[in-house]
């Protein structure tokens, strides 16, 4: 009896850490969150690049006209496959993460 409460509680405490977990990552795969995660650091919070790993790497900034006239397939190789001193995503994203970040960065640029 001892032995099958010791392992319902560990059956259901596996769970709920699963189930926690699930919860977390599918929270961390907004494009904000994305953002935030691979980004913030070097493009910054607004995506001007004027963060210091920004001006040491040459990060763009959003706002530009130069990623401006970019098409969105630009955008989202440069994502995914990295530009200069960027990394490339493709690896570490799925591509509906791939492009909804660069929809997200695209329209921060567009509030400048």
């Known amino acids: ?15 709920g850490t ?20 691979k980004c ?11 963060t210091r790993n920004g001006k040491k790497t040459g ?6 006209a130069e990623v401006q ?5 630009q955008f989202i190789e440069i994502i995914a496959n990295g530009k200069n001193m960027m990394p490339g995503y493709k ?3 799925t591509d509906t993460q791939i492009k909804d970040l660069a929809a997200h960065c695209r329209e921060m640029g567009n509030k400048k």
């Open 91 to 93: 690896k570490r994203l």
């Open 40 to 50: 913030v650091t070097c493009h910054g919070a607004h995506g001007a690049g004027d």
């Open 69 to 73: 006239n970019e098409t969105d397939a």
């Open 18 to 37: 699963i189930v926690l977990l699930a919860v977390s990552v599918r929270g961390q795969d907004t494009p904000e969150a994305l953002y935030k995660a």
């Open 59 to 64: 990060a763009r900034d959003f706002g530009s």
């Open 1 to 15: 009896m001892k032995f099958a409460n010791g392992l319902m509680f560990a059956l259901a405490t596996a769970l």
